[in-house]
């Protein structure tokens, strides 16, 4: 498969400058991200997805329903990725065929329009990110657009109609709606936490967590991405600690963060097609906010 598909939509049209730099560099404010008890102590079916600095290596068996997702990053690298669902009418040789001409986006993929599953995000490098996630049947694409890993298919078989399946308790509530973070106007708290991470929005969103230099305003951050999607500053500020990645609208999920205190930005990378693939970032959706 390919390293440079769909990175015009899934990053935005000047973002490749960030694929290139920040996530080969240090970071500079990384914090360990480690999950331990928490959701992982509820009755969910289980899913791993792991991942090395090449490709990702997706769970077999898998049925729909709700699920605790464990992205392991075994690699050296950083991860960002997101999960989009093959519409059923693209075959499997024209799927195979797509990927064999990574230099072109196939007619399908349609950001807007395909379902997005807000997986857990942002495993450090040796450690793993962990979320109860809904999921449904069909073939779902793991995608990196940042550090360009080989994109690899993920398929769900129909799950068994049941019982609905029980909320895990949430310790901090976050929508996404455009182009803003609600939920996270008063401190959150530092340690285990489960946060439940709903769109609430007419577009698709993801979160991304932030740590940031003490002071850094709104204003001041999305400047600093601004630069670095353009080759300016400082790549190595961008290093989210957890997350989220893009979710449709309408979806709930609910992933558990280890932060230890101190101040953060919730930020959104996802593009806006409308506005030249433009991250929903430089368009304001970003919340500074402390952990305490
Ligand atoms: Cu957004």
């Not at 024209?94 to 196939?106: C, I, L, N, R």
Request: hydrophobic share 45%.
């Amino acid at each position: 498969m390919n390293r440079r598909l769909f990175l015009r939509q899934a990053t935005g049209a000047t973002a490749l400058a960030l694929g290139a730099t920040a996530l080969s560099r240090r970071p500079l404010f990384a914090q360990a991200a480690t999950a331990t008890a928490g959701l992982a102590s509820l009755d969910f079916p289980r899913v791993t997805i792991s991942v090395d600095d090449t490709g990702f290596t997706a769970p077999t068996g898998s049925t729909a329903g709700r699920v605790l997702m464990t992205v392991e990053n075994t690699g050296t690298q950083p991860l960002h990725f997101f999960a989009i669902r093959v519409p059923d009418e693209v075959s499997d040789a024209q799927f195979a065929a797509d990927m064999a001409t990574p230099e072109a986006e196939p007619a399908w993929f349609d950001m807007t329009k395909l379902p997005m599953l807000g997986n857990p995000d942002w495993p450090s490098p040796g450690g793993r990110a962990q979320g109860v996630i809904d999921v449904t049947a069909g073939r779902w694409m793991l995608v990196d657009p940042l550090g360009g890993r080989d994109v690899a298919l993920w398929t769900v078989g129909a799950g068994e109609t049941g019982a609905p399946a029980q909320e895990p308790a949430a310790d901090v509530e976050v929508g996404l709606i455009e182009m803003d973070f609600t939920g996270l106007d008063q401190p959150v708290p530092a340690g285990q936490s489960i946060w439940k991470i709903s769109n609430q929005g007419a577009l698709e969103h993801e979160l991304a967590l932030l740590p940031i230099p003490a002071g850094t305003s709104k204003e001041n951050l999305i400047q600093m991405i601004g630069d670095m999607l353009q080759g300016k500053g400082d790549p190595s500020m961008f290093a989210p600690v957890g997350g989220q990645g893009i979710a449709s609208k309408g979806v709930t999920s609910w992933q558990q963060f280890d932060l230890t205190a101190g101040p953060y930005a919730a930020v959104c990378m996802s593009p806006s097609p409308g506005d030249d693939f433009k991250p929903h970032a430089l368009m304001g959706m970003v919340k500074v906010f402390t952990v305490e």
